[in-house]
């Protein structure tokens, strides 16, 4: 089963832009890469997800290499209300169809003013 | 979007009883629903994956007689702590994923539970 690594904490500024990077080594060919943030005593929301290359929605971009080993996400022009825990996920699709997704450690984000 | 919802959304109970809580698919129907536990400063944890109209499959070195699931409609999968004790005192999540396809998850906002 792929796990993911990320860094345990990150610290940013307003208005400036956040790229947290996510290793996963083992992702396997059917596995798509996930992102969700997570704020105290809530569940986790989706953020982006994606497949290969750059995904972009309306608040954040996805980038992926080739080889898929690492996924970055991109959170332009941070604002103190993007300081949470934020997670990357590989969903890996089981034989019966299903999958499961294991949660990594997260990256704790703390945007000051 | 899509819209995961549980009840209650927080529990206090004593010793040695049992707590269920519910997990609700508002706007979809989910065919699969994940359970997770999160202690204080710590990841979510896959507990179980519920399949509807069949047994759940639990992850390792989780108690299936202990947490009872059951799912027993496309919307709605339960959890059953049985037994609790304050071992057991956590925030538990659960999430499901839309039958149409795609890999997004939708996640519940959560449920704490305290065992005094």
């Known amino acids: 089963l792929a796990k993911t690594t990320q860094p345990i904490s990150m610290d940013s500024y307003e208005g400036q832009e956040v790229n947290i990077t996510c290793s996963h080594n083992?992702?396997?060919?059917?596995?798509?890469i996930t992102w969700y943030q997570q704020f105290p005593s809530q569940g986790p929301r989706f953020i982006i997800q994606?497949?290969?290359t750059k995904v972009t929605n309306e608040v954040a971009s996805l980038f992926i290499p080739a080889d898929r080993k690492s996924s970055t996400l991109s959170l332009p022009r941070v604002s103190l209300s993007d300081t949470a825990v934020y997670y990357c996920?590989?969903?890996?699709?089981?034989?019966?169809?299903?999958?499961?997704?294991?949660f990594g450690a997260g990256t704790r984000l703390f945007v000051k003013a | 979007g899509a819209v995961v919802s549980q009840h209650p959304s927080r529990v206090i109970c004593k010793s040695g009883t049992s707590v269920k809580i519910e997990c609700r698919s508002l706007?979809?129907?989910?065919?699969?629903m994940f359970w997770y536990r999160q202690f204080p400063k710590q990841s979510l944890m896959l507990m179980a994956t519920?399949?509807?109209?069949?047994?759940?499959?639990?992850e390792q070195g989780v108690e299936k007689d202990k947490f009872l699931i059951n799912h027993a409609s496309l919307t709605l999968s339960t959890l059953t702590v049985t037994s609790a004790h304050p071992e057991d005192s956590s925030f538990y999540i659960c999430?499901?994923?839309?039958?149409?396809?795609?890999?997004?998850?939708?996640f519940g906002p959560g449920t704490r539970l305290t065992v005094t």
């Open positions: 706007d979809f129907q989910a065919t699969t």
């Open positions: 999430s499901a994923r839309e039958n149409s396809g795609g890999y997004e998850q939708y």
């Open positions: 083992n992702i396997a060919t059917n596995d798509y």
């Open positions: 994606g497949y290969k």
């Open positions: 996920l590989v969903a890996l699709r089981g034989d019966t169809g299903g999958f499961k997704t294991i």
């Open positions: 519920s399949n509807e109209g069949s047994k759940a499959t639990y």
